[in-house]
């Protein structure tokens, strides 16, 4: 059975500041300010990305992203663990442990990165495959390999081991206490053009590692852009799955997501998520070896960002250094009114689009609670409109709507004739809480 939760995941996840850089301190500092200032809003997730194992991750960054045939910590089985050095409490094969009791005693959940795959030092050093009569070079799939990170192999389709590697890894997951698991280079093997989804079948074998785990586990499959034609196969083994490559700080990519929010509007459920990619709020580029930066998102394409992700229903992860939030972004974050979208009781769907501005509906199907989203496309503000009445026949509601709360900037519209009237700035958007007469 596939885990399924009451809303969309929400967490911060380390790689938008700290690259593959990111240590023990620094994770729980991003804790701690989450327990403190989050928590009670709803985020939850804790994340450690990529190259957790690596003991010379970002020693190289003017050269490499990921460096070649790099050191690793790995025990005996081809299990990475955590780089010592940079996790002092996994020393002495507690592994990441220690770490998650930690989170979890914030009353907070725990996540890693992995890649998918056996690592290639485990194929090349013939190491044997715990709960299997066979060695990693046996199970591994030379051809089967990421385009941008050198570090694993697939594992091949029905050998003998592959499964067994996978239930070997998420038991020891299972044992440190993760909560959350990201995949990648899984959702899309864009090295394979002919066949981009050639990893289907580790999907599947993830599936059934988490499983016999017995623990719960989030999982979420990166990079995108998912295959929407795959649509069924993300949704019945997973739990996320990204609609989108790597999602920055750029309005032509925030653009961009609304043509892929309208593709995979049908797609959201309880348990299986569309998702739109992290939140790049905030301080971020700290591990990137150029310097931090503040988001180049005015605030105005902030709030269009939160809305859409919220009344699409897209998970909610923030890429920022938490502990550089300036009072602002933590207001954006925190807003309970807004964030609530994100649960299973509310779905969000398209209800025009152009190229110059998007409206977007939310209807509560418990209690009839109706929302609309307008968002300007343009480089300056304009007036959007909509006839009430026709939103209302969507939602299957025939009560007449004579107001309409704007929710960021708390403030009323009044509904003249069943239209609703709004001047949106540049880049910005609007949305209301609908009010029956």
Same mark, same amino acid.
């Given at each position: ?385 909509? /006839?009430? &009445?026709? =939103? ?7 009560? #007449?709507?004579?107001?309409? $709360?704007? +929710?960021? !900037?708390?403030?009323?519209?009044? /509904?003249? &004739?069943? =239209? ?7 880049? #910005?958007?609007?949305?209301? $809480?609908? +009010?029956? !007469?």
């Amino acid at each position: 059975m596939k885990y399924t939760m009451n809303k969309a995941p929400m967490g911060w996840n380390s790689y938008d500041y700290y690259d593959t850089t990111v240590n023990e301190a620094q994770l729980r500092a991003n804790a701690d300010f989450m327990a403190a200032h989050l928590k009670d809003a709803g985020w939850e997730y804790v994340v450690v990305d990529i190259e957790w194992y690596a003991k010379d991750a970002g020693t190289m960054r003017d050269r490499y992203q990921y460096i070649p045939f790099g050191e690793e910590e790995i025990d005996e089985y081809g299990r990475l663990l955590p780089d010592e050095k940079r996790f002092p409490s996994a020393a002495g094969g507690k592994g990441f442990g220690p770490l998650a009791e930690y989170v979890h005693s914030l009353g907070l959940k725990f996540g890693i990165h992995i890649m998918r795959g056996i690592p290639r030092t485990a194929a090349h050093q013939h190491m044997p495959i715990l709960g299997s009569s066979v060695t990693a070079n046996q199970a591994a799939d030379p051809s089967s390999i990421c385009g941008w990170n050198p570090d694993m192999y697939g594992l091949r389709k029905n050998a003998e081991g592959a499964q067994a590697y996978y239930d070997s890894i998420i038991s020891l997951y299972a044992q440190w206490g993760v909560d959350y698991i990201k995949c990648d280079d899984i959702c899309n093997t864009n090295l394979y053009p002919h066949n981009p989804y050639s990893a289907a079948h580790e999907v599947e074998m993830l599936h059934a590692a988490i499983g016999k785990s017995g623990r719960d586990m989030v999982l979420s499959l990166s990079p995108g852009p998912a295959l929407i034609e795959k649509a069924w196969h993300y949704e019945k083994y997973a739990n996320m799955w990204r609609i989108t490559d790597d999602f920055w700080d750029r309005w032509d990519l925030l653009r961009n997501m609304f043509d892929r929010c309208e593709l995979w509007q049908n797609h959201v459920a309880p348990g299986s998520y569309p998702d739109c990619d992290m939140l790049p709020l905030g301080k971020l580029g700290g591990g990137f070896g150029q310097g931090e930066w503040d988001t180049h998102f005015t605030r105005e394409e902030q709030i269009t960002m939160m809305t859409l992700w919220c009344v699409f229903g897209s998970p909610l992860m923030v890429g920022a250094e938490l502990t550089k939030l300036d009072d602002w972004t933590l207001w954006l974050l925190t807003r309970k009114d807004i964030l609530k979208l994100v649960s299973n009781e509310y779905v969000g769907k398209q209800f025009e689009k152009n190229q110059d501005y998007a409206i977007w509906s939310c209807l509560n199907r418990e209690n009839g609670e109706r929302y609309l989203a307008f968002f300007n496309f343009r480089e300056e503000e304009q007036q959007i409109s909509c /006839v009430l &009445e026709e =939103v209302e026949q969507l939602a299957g509601r025939t009560a #007449g709507i004579r107001k309409a $709360a704007e +929710l960021w !900037s708390g403030t009323d519209r009044e /509904v003249a &004739e069943g =239209v609703l009237t709004d001047l949106v700035p540049a880049h #910005g958007a609007g949305l209301f $809480a609908l +009010l029956d !007469s």
